[in-house]
């Protein structure tokens, strides 16, 4: 009994890493076409020049016609001839918004690529930090629309674009942020839109099981040196810049892509690209993020729940629901 148990120990401690050396690119961007909200400018506008480079096409999306215009010349920098870089004008914070948006990124129209988009990108959103007692109910209402339902409405147009056309390898990637896992001073009016965010992905990646191949991933960054950065420091509080040591701790839009989009490749769900922020979402899973009931009961909990909570997931959840789009696709929609 001993020996097989040292056995047992020895083979587990070789093959788990293993498996991460083995781990090889399931997915290319390369021919893909790439549709990006928020594209006009930092963590989108690096995303569009990363892909076309990598031999994408994409279409770009923002409210400016005028800064989408201006993105898509440094775009096409990238590209080799016969990609295409198109844009799109919309508004993307209600669901018919980001439909239209979506039906003419696909359509016929000259310029545009002129196919159903295989990744769809959710990059749009923007933060204005203040104290929660000094801003009033317009901040908040402007920071569900523009940082949560940019994101729902996309992530619902897509997820719709996507079974109608029977696009079963299709692909959403959200955007969070390192507050999808620690509310701090000053950001009462963005923090809460980007747990909302992470909680719609948890969601989604449940239910895209219904559809083989459906895929959703969420990224969260911490702070990118971008113009969306210079206008949260107009409103921030001292205590929230003091708490975040200023730009020492952020990182470029390119940096940032290149992470996600690695991500993405690599069928990560939750994708980070800086050490805090990946050892928050390690921390939130576990419960540390916030304060507990008991320090030393709550960590043998967490042990007990790091076990059980995956065994339910894969073996109760999952499995519940690939076993229900088997044996009922009359029930699940798109699938009649």
């Known amino acids: 009994m001993m020996k097989e148990s040292i056995w047992i120990a020895t083979a587990f401690v070789l093959v788990i890493p293993l498996l991460f050396v083995m781990r090889s690119t399931k997915w290319s961007v390369k021919g893909k076409h790439v549709f990006i909200?928020?594209?006009?400018?930092?963590?989108?506008?690096?995303?569009?020049?990363?892909?076309?480079?990598?031999g994408a096409d994409v279409t770009i999306c923002s409210r400016s016609q005028a800064k989408l215009e201006s993105a898509v010349e440094e775009i096409k920098k990238f590209a080799e001839s016969g990609q295409k870089v198109a844009y799109v004008a919309a508004d993307v914070s209600t669901f018919e918004g980001a439909r239209k948006a979506l039906e003419l990124a696909s359509g016929q129209d000259q310029g545009k690529v002129?196919?159903?988009?295989?990744?769809?990108?959710?990059?749009?959103g923007a933060s204005k930090p203040g104290y929660f007692l000094e801003q009033d109910e317009s901040h908040f209402t402007e920071g569900i629309k523009t940082i949560y339902m940019t994101a729902l409405s996309t992530a619902h147009a897509a997820t719709q674009l996507f079974v109608a056309n029977k696009k079963w390898d299709g692909k959403l990637v959200l955007t969070g942020s390192t507050l999808s896992f620690v509310g701090i001073v000053g950001y009462a009016q963005y923090a809460p839109m980007k747990w909302a965010i992470r909680g719609l992905a948890e969601t989604l990646r449940s239910e895209f099981l219904l559809y083989k191949g459906l895929s959703v991933h969420a990224y969260f960054p911490g702070t990118i040196l971008s113009p969306g950065f210079i206008e949260e420091e107009k409103t921030?509080?001292?205590?929230?810049?003091?708490?975040?040591?200023?730009?020492k701790g952020g990182q470029m839009p390119m940096q940032c892509a290149k992470k996600l989009?690695?991500?993405?490749?690599?069928?990560?769900?939750?994708?980070?690209?800086?050490?805090?922020?990946?050892?928050?979402?390690?921390?939130?899973?576990a419960g540390g993020a916030c304060p507990g009931n008991n320090f030393v009961v709550d960590r043998i909990k967490?042990?007990?729940?790091?076990?059980?909570?995956?065994?339910?997931?894969?073996?109760?959840?999952?499995?519940?629901?690939r076993k229900f789009a088997k044996q009922s696709p009359d029930q699940v929609p798109g699938l009649q």
Do not use: H, Y
């Open 302 to 321: 967490s042990i007990i729940a790091l076990i059980g909570v995956t065994f339910w997931r894969i073996f109760t959840a999952d499995a519940s629901i």
């Open 236 to 247: 921030k509080p001292k205590v929230t810049q003091s708490i975040e040591d200023g730009e």
């Open 114 to 124: 002129a196919r159903v988009p295989d990744v769809v990108f959710c990059c749009a």
């Open 37 to 54: 909200t928020g594209g006009s400018q930092g963590l989108g506008l690096a995303l569009a020049e990363l892909v076309v480079s990598k």
């Open 261 to 285: 989009l690695k991500g993405v490749e690599n069928d990560v769900f939750l994708i980070t690209s800086d050490f805090d922020t990946e050892l928050l979402r390690v921390a939130t899973s």
